[in-house]
Nanobody
Framework: QVQLVESGGGLVQTGGSLSLSCAASGRTFSSYAMGWFRQAPGKEREIVARITKSGGSTYYADSVKGRFTISRDNAKNTLYLQMNSLKPEDTAVYYC?????????WGQGTQVTVSS
């Protein structure tokens, strides 16, 4: 089983940038497609972006397309999310998980707050 620890969140103004990281324990990180998810207050958790095992293919939700970039470094067992041109509606707790997601893999998340 893989344990996931998210980091890199914070408070940023509209138009700003943040870079999130997801550190995975264990030796099976490269065996999984991975995704970033987010949950805003009062809303359901949603997929933001996902990436294949090799990193060769990515998918983005329409709401973040062109602004966010997902990547991974299998040698470092780390998943990344570069977030640019942030908007107040991006405010949420961000989580990483394998894809398809598993309830056994949720970490504590990292809070991203975008002020207007």
């Amino acid at each position: 089983q893989v344990q996931l620890v998210e980091s890199g969140g914070g408070l940023v103004q509209t138009g700003g940038s943040l870079s999130l990281s997801c550190a995975a324990s264990g030796r099976t990180f490269s065996s999984y497609a991975m995704g970033w998810f987010r949950q805003a207050p009062g809303k359901e958790r949603e997929i933001v972006a996902r990436i294949t095992k090799s990193g060769g293919s990515t998918y983005y939700a329409d709401s973040v397309k062109g602004r966010f970039t997902i990547s991974r470094d299998n040698a470092k067992n780390t998943l990344y999310l570069q977030m640019n041109s942030l908007k107040p509606e991006d405010t949420a707790v961000y989580y990483c998980n394998k894809w398809p997601k598993s309830d056994d893999y949720w970490g504590q998340g990292t809070q991203v707050t975008v002020s207007s």
